[in-house]
């Protein structure tokens, strides 16, 4: 309901009296109470330098939500570091608190009854929890993303996060100097910001972009730089537009611009994780979506940004490029775009990109034309076969080819693997299984990026494949598959699988399958035991219980 019908029923209501003076005692005059009140979701915290450079961000919308006439209502959310939390029992808590961001604000936005809400937010999961609390709550919303950080430099090369679980694989074999080693990780993250190839922060706000709930150039900005502020405050002062209008995040989320992030998140090579997190997004919608509708787009959209971790370039890199629009424009000009979908501006993309140029600049190399794309189609394949019967997901960029056949090498948690590859028990033409990593049997579903940058440091990142029912970094690739569904706890065939078994990963034929005959799975899983799960009580034990599997986005709600 329009901000008049919405939150004057608190101030203006039976019950107005005691509702006003707690108001009152928050410094508010009588007349504020004919103000649109707009939450501001402000994920600030020093817990990492993802979003330790917030709270400028937060002043600025609270500024410009005042001086546009509206009363700025600030409530926090949470955040986990997955660079801080991964390879430890912590990042089990990483996409948890994706769905706790939701619930977050949701709660806040319902439950105080806001006309609308401006979510802020920086490391991986902000955006697509606060973006599942926005659509659940259906009241006006957009999203400001807190910037990516810079790059870091040693010896005259960039570097990111990436960059130092990388070294420990390089440095482990032998292969980097201890001095080296050092300079890496005291370099490789120079300021606040999320992480910067093209990782899952930075693919969720791009994306968020072309959904229509972002405002353009909004998403490849640095943390530091001064035009992010300016950006923040001119978001609050659309958003207060929007109050006004009645412009609801539904009218905005709708497959036709669902498609459209899609379609951005293949041009640009972005993470694994955007698939669960946009199966999550559209199930709060209430916007029908699978797997499917991503090979549907895949095969269709190429990619023509070179971008990190696969690719040359940082997000940075990228804006100077000219950003996200230019990458829009491209696409809506190769008719890989729905340009009639509204945006938070209240007119639709194609009017957003009307004075953006149809091919890109010649003096940057970041963003090609589709004339000369890196590769013909997209980047996120879905396989499916024995091994995944209801799907799984590899990212088939920066490699030789995207097949495999070996040996499995089995492993019941992440630890153990991590311990094989960096004593050199995995060798080249082996296909390490990393199980109980799913949704529930994680629980948490946490990413592995030592595992894989450990193989990428010791130089078998085209010789040795990793499947797993977990994630992936943004910052991960290789010949790696992950969401493997269903998952081992609930007996998926991943949990069948012996030590020296054959697999065959094949990105060719979507094929993710067990080389055993039918029979022998058969009896295996016959034998099959599910084991006890890992915890029984607090976010961790409710996540298990009641996570979705990861072909449905491992929701909970």
Request: charged residues 20%.
């Amino acid at each position: 309901m329009p901000y008049n019908e919405r939150s004057k029923n608190i101030t203006q209501g039976i019950a107005r009296s005691p509702n006003r003076a707690m108001y009152y005692a928050l410094g508010y005059e009588k007349a504020d109470f004919d103000k649109p009140m707009i939450g501001i979701a402000n994920g600030h915290s020093t817990i990492t330098p993802c979003n330790a450079g917030l709270q400028p961000l937060a002043e600025a919308a609270i500024a410009a939500i005042k001086e546009a006439g509206a009363n700025p209502q600030v409530f926090g959310t949470p955040t986990i570091s997955d660079g801080m939390s991964m390879g430890t029992e912590g990042m089990k808590y990483s996409l948890v608190s994706r769905e706790v961001i939701a619930d977050c604000v949701e709660t806040s936005v319902q439950g105080q009854w806001m006309d609308g809400v401006l979510v802020l937010g920086g490391c991986d999961k902000n955006m697509p929890g606060g973006m599942m609390g926005i659509v659940r709550a259906n009241a006006p919303a957009i999203y400001v993303y807190g910037g990516t950080i810079k790059p870091g430099k040693w010896k005259g090369q960039d570097l990111s996060i990436v960059s130092a679980f990388e070294a420990v694989g390089a440095f482990m074999a032998g292969n980097m100097t201890e001095e080296d080693f050092e300079g890496i990780e005291r370099n490789a993250c120079p300021t606040t910001g999320s992480c910067g190839g093209m990782y899952t922060a930075n693919t969720m706000s791009s994306s968020f972009e072309a959904l229509g709930m972002a405002l353009l150039y909004s998403s490849t900005m640095a943390s530091v730089d001064r035009e992010i502020i300016d950006r923040t405050a001119e978001a609050g002062r659309v958003l207060v537009e929007a109050v006004k209008k009645g412009i609801k995040p539904r009218d905005i989320v709708t497959r036709k611009s669902i498609e459209n992030a899609v379609s951005l998140i293949m041009a640009t090579g972005g993470s694994t994780n955007a698939v669960l997190h946009y199966l999550a997004i559209a199930h709060a919608a209430e916007v029908e979506w699978t797997l499917d509708d991503f090979e549907r787009i895949r095969r269709k959209v190429p990619v023509i940004c070179d971008l990190k971790p696969s690719g040359r370039f940082m997000a940075v890199d990228l804006h100077q490029a000219g950003g996200v629009p230019q990458v829009l424009k491209i696409l809506l000009e190769a008719g890989h775009l729905h340009g009639d979908c509204l945006t938070i501006t209240g007119r639709t993309l194609a009017e957003e990109l009307a004075e953006v140029p149809s091919e890109p600049r010649a003096d940057q190399q970041v963003i090609r034309p589709i004339s000369k794309a890196l590769y013909a189609e997209g980047h996120l394949a879905i396989l499916k076969g024995n091994l995944a019967e209801d799907g799984a997901v590899a990212k088939i960029t920066g490699l030789k080819s995207p097949v495999i056949s070996g040996p499995a090498r089995v492993f019941d948690d992440e630890q153990s693997a991590l311990e094989a590859i960096l004593s050199d028990k995995i060798k080249a033409g082996d296909v390490l299984v990393l199980r109980y990593l799913g949704p529930k049997g994680g629980p948490g579903m946490p990413e592995m990026l030592a595992p894989t940058s450990a193989i990428i440091g010791r130089g078998l990142g085209d010789s040795v494949g990793l499947i797993t029912d977990g994630r992936f970094s943004g910052g991960t690739w290789g010949m790696v598959v992950g969401h493997v569904a269903p998952e081992a706890y609930v007996g998926g065939t991943i949990a069948l699988v012996q030590e020296g078994d054959q697999i065959t990963i094949d990105a060719h034929r979507h094929l993710l399958q067990l080389d055993v005959p039918d029979e022998e799975i058969a009896r295996r899983r016959a034998a099959w035991v599910q084991p006890k799960p890992r915890y029984t009580r607090g976010v961790l034990g409710k996540f298990s219980v009641l996570s979705q599997p990861a072909n449905r986005g491992a929701v909970t709600g």
